[in-house]
């Protein structure tokens, strides 16, 4: 079982920076993939980064289009903790944001959708303003 908490949502006008965190706790030594996900009102959650590796020892990033070259995933500790760093947010970015992980044990070669993640956090609510 893996428990996720995000922090770091709020409010910033159109240009801001905001990072977002996501505590894992439980069995998160074998937790070997880890997303961000969004859901905007009246929308589909939607991903919006992926991190992963077979060896913990090299993790790879994939980002939607619509965030490439102004998001940057991150994690430390084994995936204890997950990072998303925004930059340059737009108006569109606004949404509550999702941490995920996958099932313990599974290794990815490729990002998965949001139905290969079995475990989620409560969500941090990201507002950009104009």
């Known amino acids: 079982q893996v428990q996720l908490v995000e922090s770091g949502g709020g409010s910033v006008e159109a240009g801001g920076s905001l990072r977002l965190s996501c505590a894992a706790s439980?069995?998160?030594?074998?937790?070997?993939?880890m997303g961000w996900f969004r859901q905007a009102p009246g929308k589909e959650r939607e991903r919006v980064a992926t991190?992963?590796?077979?060896?913990?020892?090299?993790?790879?990033?994939d980002y939607a289009d619509s965030v490439k070259g102004r998001f940057t995933i991150s994690q430390d500790n084994g995936m204890n903790t997950l990072y998303l760093q925004m930059n340059t947010l737009k108006v569109d970015d606004t949404a509550m944001y999702y941490c995920a992980a996958g099932p313990p044990g599974v290794r990815i070669t490729r990002p998965l959708t949001l139905a290969n993640y079995r475990y989620w956090g409560q969500g941090t609510q990201v507002t950009v303003s104009s």
């Open positions: 991190i992963y590796t077979a060896d913990r020892r090299n993790y790879y990033a």
């Open positions: 439980g069995v998160t030594y074998s937790t070997y993939y």
